[in-house]
């Protein structure tokens, strides 16, 4: 055979890999070596090819050709492991790579029941039922939360039953349809995905009974008092009460037992209502309301009292009449509207015209005096009476007539020593110093008193100044002015008034200054 071409030829180091590479043969039928010998050198890629789909077991032949030493040429057996040898060590270079397989999902956590639920208690109780609460589980799970199953057994067996038909999703719940006087143990279990929970029961059982309650009559402040309304109003009144089982109710008026007629009770399990349509006086009086539970009772009372106005006075009568005054009388009317009297109102009326006049309102006395009437009239008075609903309807009106008489009366002015008003000069606000510009008028300002009319002058730097036109003087009611009209720096100096009657004189004075005009910077540039 001829010899393999030069590149193909591989360096032993290679061969080393391939054999560290290659996992150890398998005890199998060693193969032919006659194969290995017929391989045609113009096909030296097959073996190659074929190792891969081969197990790596037929890379055994390429370190077994040694047998080609005892009996075959000694040139082609190494020739033939060289060109196997290149083909194993690509093989076992470039394995294929494997497919990466999908994660196992984790196993579904076990299905737990929920913890036993806590706080049971009874919230209520009557004759047939029992109202009892509880709160939720601490610990829930995964497995949540689906309801709940109540159930009960009577005391001193085991036969326990549940009571709810459905899970109650609340945690609360009324057992009801029991049999008064029973003694019941009562649970509660949690249900979910996972079974039921531990229970909770109740430390002791529960009798079936209303528990008794003592009663008490909750009357409301504005009752505590006189309850006072007018004739025609409406009364509905409500008292609240107390106690279990539901109290017996009664009511009384004035001690007796109350009629229902014209008196509407209504009563229920909290409260007692006293309805009235249209008051009268005959409904007023004391009620006294009883609420009673077994031996046990309350009482309230409650006073209503019903006012209309008043009657009138019973008589009015004229006393005396003098002058220009009557004197009146009267008494307390018969009829009070069922309330006290707060005073009278009492008019007049002049016969000419016959018009009523009010001449005093909320008088508290049984006499009053009517005065201020006018000489030569004739009068008659009537009298109302009030109380807290107002003034009466009717009045009580005098059966005789007062009449002023017109008697001779004669002026006599008295004696009166006539007053000496006279009174010496004397300045009530002095003048006050001034200060002026040139060409502004300005006025000096003083007051004076005295009797007779004082005189006044006025004078410059102690000359006076007369009826100059450049000065105007003026005095009214005491008030007196000196107007210095357009002054120039001349007419500054001290300005004096003085005034003076038979009594005496006297005088003031102050300082005028008159000053320049201030001219801007930029007017003197």
Not at 17 to 35: D, G, L, R, Y
Not at 452 to 457: L, V
Request: glycine share 6%; charged share 25%; hydrophobic share 35%.
């Amino acid at each position: 055979m001829p010899a393999k071409p030069a590149p193909i030829k591989k360096k032993p180091a290679p061969l080393k890999k391939v054999q560290k590479a290659t996992p150890e043969p398998v005890a199998a039928p060693a193969p032919e070596p006659a194969p290995v010998v017929e391989v045609p050198p113009a096909e030296p890629a097959a073996p190659a090819e074929a190792a891969p789909a081969t197990d790596p077991e037929p890379a055994a032949p390429a370190e077994v050709s040694a047998p080609a030493v005892e009996g075959e040429a000694p040139a082609a057996p190494p020739a033939e492991a060289a060109e196997a040898a290149p083909a194993d060590a690509e093989a076992g270079e470039a394995p294929q790579p494997e497919e990466p397989k999908a994660p196992t999902p984790p196993p579904p956590p076990p299905k737990e029941p929920t913890s036993a639920p806590v706080d049971l208690f009874v919230e209520d109780k009557n004759d047939t039922s029992v109202t009892i609460n509880w709160s939720q589980p601490e610990v829930v799970g995964l497995s949540g939360l689906d309801g709940y199953t109540i159930e009960v057994c009577k005391d001193g067996t085991e036969d326990w039953k549940a009571v709810n038909e459905d899970l109650q999703k609340s945690c609360r719940f009324i057992i009801k349809n029991q049999t008064t006087g029973d003694r019941l143990k009562i649970r509660v279990v949690a249900v979910n995905a996972g079974g039921r929970s531990l229970p909770v029961a109740l430390p002791e059982a529960v009798l079936v009974k209303e528990v008794a309650d003592r009663p008490k009559v909750r009357l409301p402040r504005f009752l505590r008092q006189r309850y006072v309304t007018q004739v025609g109003d409406k009364i509905n009144l409500t008292i609240p009460f107390t106690g279990k089982p539901k109290p017996v109710v009664s009511w009384t008026k004035n001690g007796q037992p109350l009629e229902r007629g014209r008196v509407n009770i209504r009563s229920t399990e909290r409260d007692s209502i006293i309805f009235i349509r249209a008051a009268e006086r005959d409904d007023s009086g004391v009620f006294e309301m009883c609420v009673k539970v077994d031996d046990f009772e309350d009482k309230a009372t409650l006073t209503l009292q019903i006012v209309e106005l008043p009657g009138p006075p019973a008589s009015v009568k004229i006393v005396d009449t003098w002058g220009f005054n009557v004197a009146l009388e009267w008494t307390v009317p018969k009829d009070n509207g069922n309330t006290d009297i707060t005073g009278y109102t009492i008019q007049k009326a002049d016969k000419k015209t016959g018009d009523w006049f009010t001449v005093l309102e909320h008088y508290h006395r049984l006499n009053a005096t009517i005065s201020d009437l006018i000489m030569g009239n004739i009068y008659k008075f009537r009298v109302f009476s009030e109380n807290k609903c107002g003034v009466s309807e009717e009045a009580a009106i005098t059966k005789d007539e007062a009449k002023i008489l017109k008697t001779g009366i004669k002026y006599k002015a008295p004696d009166y020593q006539e007053h000496d008003f006279t009174e010496a000069p004397k300045f009530t606000t002095s003048l006050a110093n001034r200060a002026t510009t040139v060409g502004y008028s300005t006025k000096l300002l003083c007051s004076v008193r005295g009797y007779p009319k004082p005189k006044i002058e006025w004078l410059k730097n102690q000359m006076i100044i007369g009826d100059d036109p450049k000065f105007r003087q003026i005095c009214v009611q005491g008030i007196c002015s000196l107007e210095i009209r357009k002054p120039v720096s001349f007419d500054g100096g001290v300005y004096t008034c003085r005034a003076k009657n038979n009594h005496g004189e006297v005088t003031v004075s102050c300082k005028l200054e008159v000053r320049q005009p201030v001219v801007p910077e930029a007017e003197k540039k």
